[in-house]
Nanobody, 121 residues
Framework: VQLQAFGGGLVQAGGSLRLSCAASGNLFSIKTRGWYRQGPGKQGDLVATITSGGSTSYRDSVKGRFTISGDNGRSTVYLQMSSLKPEDTAVYYC????????????????WGQGTQVTVSS
C-alpha cells in the first residue's frame, strides 16, 4: 500500500491550498483517512480525519478554515485549506487506517511521504 501526497507549496497568509493524497495497492478496506502535520520544532498533530462513512473531525485551530473530503471509497482524500496562517506552516502527512485482507487484525496505519506547506506573513 502506498500513499502519495500532492499540493503543498508556498502561500501568503490568508491564501488557500488544496492537498490531495491518493492511496494505491491492495487495499481491502479503509476505515479512516487523515491528515497530520509537523511544524518546525513541534510535535506532530492530527489535523483532520474522515471515516469511511463520511464523518469528519478537525483540530480546533483549523475548524472553519480547513475541509477534509474524499471520494466514495476514500482512496483519494483532499484537504482544502483556506485563510492560511503562518502557524499552519508544517510538513503535512496523509494517513490511512486500513487493511489489505478481510482479517480485522490486519488493520494498520499507512503513511504518505509528506508535503511541505509554508505560509508567509
Amino acid at each position: 500500500v502506498q500513499l502519495q501526497a500532492f499540493g503543498g507549496g508556498l502561500v501568503q497568509a490568508g491564501g488557500s491550498l488544496r492537498l490531495s493524497c491518493a492511496a494505491s495497492g491492495n487495499l481491502f478496506s479503509i476505515k479512516t483517512r487523515g491528515w497530520y502535520r509537523q511544524g518546525p520544532g513541534k510535535q506532530g498533530d492530527l489535523v483532520a480525519t474522515i471515516t469511511s462513512g463520511g464523518s469528519t473531525s478537525y483540530r480546533d485551530s483549523v475548524k472553519g478554515r480547513f475541509t477534509i473530503s474524499g471520494d466514495n471509497g476514500r482512496s483519494t482524500v483532499y484537504l482544502q485549506m483556506s485563510s492560511l496562517k503562518p502557524e499552519d506552516t508544517a510538513v503535512y502527512y496523509c494517513n490511512a487506517r486500513a487493511r489489505t485482507t478481510w482479517d480485522l487484525a490486519d488493520e494498520r496505519h499507512y503513511w504518505g511521504q509528506g508535503t511541505q506547506v509554508t505560509v508567509s506573513s
